[in-house]
């Protein structure tokens, strides 16, 4: 199989990231935060290094809940019917959407505290 051109590639990477934002409604709540995110960046005048942080985490989040999507999209592929074997990875995969979100906002508390109250 041929590699498609590069200009192809990223036109199937931003229509994952569409379809993503048209059918998924834990992204479309988590591009939401990334959105309040930037513009608090802007709104308490981050410097560059917090702005990086609450950016890696944002990104983080909305990363890990693609791959959970990927993950939960496949196992319906395979096992249309309940099965407690692809119940079991179901969860762990939005186990760590859970843990990368609780990061985020380990992060953003972190970030946003010395702007807020210092």
């Not at 249309?80 to 762990?92: A, L, N």
Request: net charge positive.
């Amino acid at each position: 199989m041929q590699k498609p051109p590069i200009h192809k590639s990223f036109l199937n990477a931003f229509r994952g990231i569409f379809l993503m934002i048209k059918t998924e409604r834990n992204f479309q709540i988590e591009l939401l935060v990334f959105f309040v995110n930037f513009f608090f960046i802007f709104y308490f005048r981050l410097n560059n290094t917090d702005a990086a942080l609450v950016f890696i985490a944002s990104f983080a989040v909305l990363s890990a809940e693609i791959f959970n999507t990927a993950i939960e999209k496949i196992c319906d592929i395979i096992q249309p019917d309940f099965d407690k074997r692809i119940g079991f990875i179901k969860d762990i995969s939005a186990g760590a959407v859970m843990l990368t979100a609780i990061a985020s906002v380990i992060v953003g508390v972190l970030v946003y505290w010395k702007y807020v109250f210092g």
